[in-house]
């Protein structure tokens, strides 16, 4: 489709303003935009906004609109962004004439991660596309009877999930009965430079724990906490590469901080070395690789997921041994990309990027071009979502 429409982006940038965040959401308004539409921000999450610093939720939003109208000034949208602030439903940045204009002659609206608390108040678009995000975890819920989010989805035209694999075999993803879309996260790649000097250190930045497990079935579908505890001792093995993890603790559990020093892991702060957008694309540029598991609910799940965050890395130059999550059904792996199951595949992804450096750089730039780069993911993200049969 190549006829210029009027699109709707959803997010967290403002709930959550640090850099990955910022990234994962900012990435569609800019490449929908670059490829000539008509792009507009809408933040309508219901929820208090994290302040950095503070780990908690703030009773103002001062911080949070200060942050949206310097990120959409820095990318010349600065007339195209709203947000609601829920004390009150107070809006900030588009006048409400001018929402309420862009709600009405909208042809597309995009609810990334679904985050819209009420998507029936935006029927007045055209249509309406939801990106499942935590894909695993969404089917679990519905097919635990999670009435919330069974009507969201019923509110949408069409469905599309970052699990590009969930349809193939094998699966413990439950099957709620819906057409989901496969989608990948787009990338800027303009954004991301292969000339930076790098570390000689592999890095990931993470969540110890975003939320409980979900059971169903008699199968717990964990964080990633308990799929990185099968990692502990990695670092003794791969000695001297050194392994850093720029993590945060989970609500209910709290990163070990002294026992993995104590094995090897080198720890940074988040909120000093990647707190923004500038440092934390800086950062993964610094780095010479990642190394990272996923959630315990992705690899038990298999749906093909496969992180935002190390698509930035790839765009990079930056090779990633990740945890197979099924995404080795999808994606070229191998070169670049180097999928682990277990502790042996782990310590031999690391030592073949060692061995060949500049082969698997070169290898994971490629990957990025061909399978992330914002204009082809965004082009037939558009194409499917405008299909009335999709």
């Avoid at 108040?121 to 635990?144: G, H, M, N």
């Avoid at 069409?158 to 993803?173: I, R, Y």
């Avoid at 750089?361 to 399978?371: C, G, K, L, T, Y």
Wanted: proline share 5%; glycine share 8%; charged share 25%.
């Amino acid at each position: 489709m190549s006829s210029k429409l009027r699109i709707i982006v959803t997010g967290l940038i403002g709930q959550y303003p640090l850099g990955g965040v910022t990234w994962d959401y900012l990435q569609y308004v800019t490449g929908l935009r670059d490829l000539g539409h008509d792009v507009f921000y809408l933040e309508d999450t219901g929820q208090w906004p994290y302040t950095p610093g503070t780990d908690g939720v703030d009773d103002n939003c001062d911080y949070t609109v200060r942050y949206l109208t310097e990120i959409f000034a820095r990318f010349d949208l600065a007339d195209r962004w709203a947000y609601r602030f829920p004390w009150q439903s107070q809006w900030f940045g588009m006048s409400e004439a001018r929402r309420k204009e862009v709600i009405e002659s909208a042809d597309l609206l995009i609810n990334v991660s679904g985050t819209l608390e009420k998507p029936s108040e935006y029927r007045a678009v055209a249509r309406l596309a939801y990106i499942d995000s935590d894909p695993v975890f969404t089917q679990v819920k519905l097919a635990r009877g999670q009435q919330y989010l069974r009507d969201i989805l019923d509110q949408h035209d069409v469905l599309f999930t970052f699990g590009e694999a969930l349809s193939m075999e094998p699966s413990e993803t439950p099957v709620t009965g819906d057409h989901w879309i496969p989608t990948r996260q787009p990338i800027i790649l303009s954004e991301w430079s292969v000339g930076t000097k790098h570390r000689n250190v592999f890095t990931t930045v993470m969540n110890w724990s975003s939320y409980n497990p979900v059971e169903h079935e008699g199968r717990a579908y964990g964080q990633k906490d308990v799929e990185f505890r099968r990692f502990f001792k990695l670092p003794g093995h791969v000695a001297p590469t050194v392994l850093e993890l720029a993590a945060k603790s989970g609500r209910k559990t709290k990163l070990p901080r002294d026992q993995l020093q104590h094995l090897g892991w080198h720890l940074a702060d988040p909120d000093v070395v990647c707190p923004d957008l500038d440092s934390y694309r800086n950062y993964l540029q610094s780095s010479k690789a990642e190394w990272s598991v996923a959630k315990g609910g992705y690899v038990l799940g298999q749906s093909g997921w496969f992180s935002c965050r190390s698509a930035c890395y790839l765009a990079a130059g930056r090779p990633v041994v990740v945890q197979d999550t099924g995404f080795s059904k999808v994606l070229p792996c191998g070169e670049g990309i180097l999928p682990f199951t277990n502790m042996d595949e782990a310590i031999a992804g690391i030592q073949s990027v060692e061995a060949d450096y500049d082969r698997h750089s070169r290898a994971a730039r490629q990957i990025a071009e061909e399978w992330f780069d914002a204009r082809k993911v965004l082009t037939r993200f558009i194409d499917d979502a405008m299909q009335e049969n999709a």
